[in-house]
């Protein structure tokens, strides 16, 4: 990315200079990189400033193309999803919210019953972002197409994870962000097949076919599409370790901890996640406990320290919410640093059990 910062200062839709193009040519390589990765082709990349953006061009761009109908999603996605459904809802739209399974999964039942005649987009995350669990897209798509509604899914946290095909899931949008698997924060895309209508929610330059204007920054979008690379070469190895590293954690926490519990399904979910309940603990005080030893949280981080409406809608009260623990593991978690989590997780749980 250096590069882009200051010797490649130029502006990639300006390209009557040198400057301009060379800028422009890194943009054009980044879009196809990432383009591969999604098997798709370089046109449906839409740049943007992050999935949370790329969710709002998706929804409010598509529903607003149709000016009324019946919209579904599920009442555990981020609130990146939950907030424009809400704005759509005050604009006249529909919402049907699905309620999951205790194990945080919704069922193609599910969505079958909520579809009415005026159903005109389905919304449902690839993977969850604080108990990890993968829904079955695939299974939900198929309803989806049989129907001709739009289905959108916020993959933010699982491109890079698992493998993410859209035409392969029968996937109309897709939502991904940069700084979920290593890059850069501030930069995402919208992947958008082919067909498929959006209104704008910006003007201003016409840039992103028309669909998302201002801009592009450069040095991010290069970040992104190298973030995105190293991430498809180790995905496969990387998964399998970090699955056993998160076991080695969920059972050693098990074994010390009595009436531990896991927070969503075991299996499927994403290999890096582990989020769980500890009975009889106040959650105010166990993050405090934990802060100089440990980097976790009890929920989303665009929760502002409110109990997780995530743990809450599968069946977790308030109290066991805020006594719940998000776990993630990373590229660089060794076994050490599982075996020093288990520790300090214990060892601060024991503090006010005694």
């Not at 309620?99 to 389905?122: F, H, K, M, W």
């Not at 850069?184 to 082919?194: D, F």
């Amino acid at each position: 990315m250096a590069p882009y910062w200051n010797k490649h200062w130029g502006n990639p839709s300006s390209r009557q200079h040198h400057q301009g193009l060379i800028a422009s040519a890194a943009i054009k390589l980044a879009r196809r990189q990432i383009a591969e990765a999604m098997a798709v082709t370089p046109e449906r990349v839409v740049f943007t400033s992050g999935a949370t953006e790329a969710n709002n061009l998706a929804l409010l761009g598509h529903a607003r193309t149709y000016g009324s109908g019946h919209l579904i999603s599920v009442n555990t996605e981020h609130h990146a999803v939950l907030d424009p459904l809400a704005q759509l809802q005050r604009e006249g739209f529909q919402v049907t919210l699905l309620q999951p399974q205790p194990d945080g999964l919704i069922t193609p039942s599910q969505l079958e019953r909520a579809i009415t005649s005026d159903t005109r987009l389905v919304s449902v995350m690839a993977a969850n972002n604080e108990i990890g669990v993968l829904q079955p897209l695939a299974e939900l798509a198929a309803i989806c197409q049989a129907r001709n509604i739009t289905i959108h899914s916020d993959a933010a946290q699982a491109f890079g994870h698992i493998p993410l095909g859209p035409d392969v899931l029968g996937l109309d949008l897709i939502s991904i962000s940069a700084h979920k698997l290593y890059g850069p924060k501030g930069v995402g895309a919208l992947i958008i097949r082919e067909g498929i209508n959006l209104q704008p929610l910006q003007w201003g330059g016409g840039q992103e076919g028309g669909l998302r204007a201002g801009t592009l920054p450069t040095a991010l979008i290069v970040g992104f599409a190298t973030a995105v690379q190293q991430a498809m070469a180790d995905r496969e190895e990387r998964w399998k370790r970090l699955a056993c590293l998160r076991d080695r954690l969920w059972r050693g926490l098990q074994q010390k901890i009595p009436g531990l519990q896991l927070n969503g399904a075991a299996y499927p979910r994403l290999a890096h996640n582990l989020n769980i309940t500890i009975p009889r603990v106040s959650g105010s005080r166990l993050y405090r406990d934990l802060r100089p030893y440990l980097t976790c949280s009890s929920g989303s981080a665009c929760s502002k320290g409110a109990p997780s409406h995530v743990l809450q809608a599968i069946g977790r009260s308030r109290s066991e919410a805020n006594s719940s623990l998000r776990l993630s593991l990373g590229r660089y978690s060794t076994a050490n640093d599982v075996e020093q989590a288990i520790v300090s997780i214990v060892e601060a749980v024991a503090m006010q059990q005694m």
